[in-house]
Nanobody, 127 residues
Framework: QVQLVESGGGLVQAGGSLRLSCVVS????????MGWFRQAPGKQREFVAL????????DYADSVKGRFTISRDNAKNTVYLQMNNLKPEDTAVYYC????????????????????WGQGTQVTVSS
């Protein structure tokens, strides 16, 4: 079965950095788009970033653009989220997700575009 395992979360001060990793098994990783989402307490899960199958195309939520970078290593079945200049409002549980086999590009900024999710990793940014 498909499994996604995130790691790299933790507690960091505002202005600091973290790098999240997500290892995928059970699917041919290089043939699927990947995304990161986050959910803060009391809020709905929201889109953070996505990356195309080959890694040559990325997209970001406006709130993280210029601070976060998504990348992938298809040889390691891993997608990364480098988070710099973290702010307290970035505090959330971060989830990686693998795209559906057949998906419209417009869906990839929504949960609709993904069919398997990791368990999440907590990121806490203190002020």
């Amino acid at each position: 079965q498909v499994q996604l395992v995130e790691s790299g979360g933790g507690l960091v001060q505002a202005g600091g950095s973290l790098r999240l990793s997500c290892v995928v098994s059970g699917r041919t990783f290089s043939t699927y788009a990947m995304g990161w989402f986050r959910q803060a307490p009391g809020k709905q899960r929201e889109f953070v970033a996505l990356i195309s199958r080959s890694g040559d195309s990325t997209d970001y939520a406006d709130s993280v653009k210029g601070r976060f970078t998504i990348s992938r290593d298809n040889a390691k079945n891993t997608v990364y989220l480098q988070m710099n200049n973290l702010k307290p409002e970035d505090t959330a549980v971060y989830y990686c997700a693998i795209g559906r086999a057949v998906v419209r590009s417009s869906w990839l900024r929504q949960e609709l575009g993904y069919d398997h999710w990791g368990q999440g990793t907590q990121v806490t940014v203190s002020s």
